[in-house]
Nanobody, 125 residues
Framework: RVQLVESGGGSVQAGGSLRLSCAASGVTHDWWCMGWFRQAPGKERDLIATIKSYGGRSYSSTASYADSVEGRFTISEDNANLSLQMNSLKPEDTAAYYC???????????????WGQGTQVTVSS
């Protein structure tokens, strides 16, 4: 059974950093696509980062980012713990952040099978 539990959200001033974590269970066998989404109030949920994982470990060369976070955010995974390091945060990064997982070796598209409960990130100017 796959279960994803996020932690690490909070409030920070613009220019600061936060690290989100997602404890993933049930994803240590075979290939998985792991991802982070975010949803700001009144807006659609957006996919911001993905990475391929095998046996609970990710391959950094497979990381992909939305233009809005490229160069500021880093996705990684170790021992089935998915992380999102967020640097140079901006007020427009304020949103609920969700980790997600999909079985299989492909990371294209935004259709994921499993979701965490979400964690709030608030960036003040």
């Amino acid at each position: 059974r796959v279960q994803l539990v996020e932690s690490g959200g909070g409030s920070v001033q613009a220019g600061g950093s936060l690290r989100l974590s997602c404890a993933a269970s049930g994803v240590t066998h075979d290939w998985w696509c792991m991802g982070w989404f975010r949803q700001a109030p009144g807006k659609e949920r957006d996919l911001i980062a993905t990475i391929k994982s095998y046996g609970g470990r990710s391959y950094s060369s497979t990381a992909s980012y939305a233009d809005s976070v490229e160069g500021r955010f880093t996705i990684s995974e170790d021992n089935a713990n998915l992380s999102l390091q967020m640097n140079s945060l901006k007020p427009e990064d304020t949103a609920a952040y969700y980790c997600a997982a999909r079985s299989g070796p492909l990371c294209g598209g935004e259709s994921f099978d499993y979701w965490g409960q979400g964690t709030q990130v608030t960036v003040s100017s």
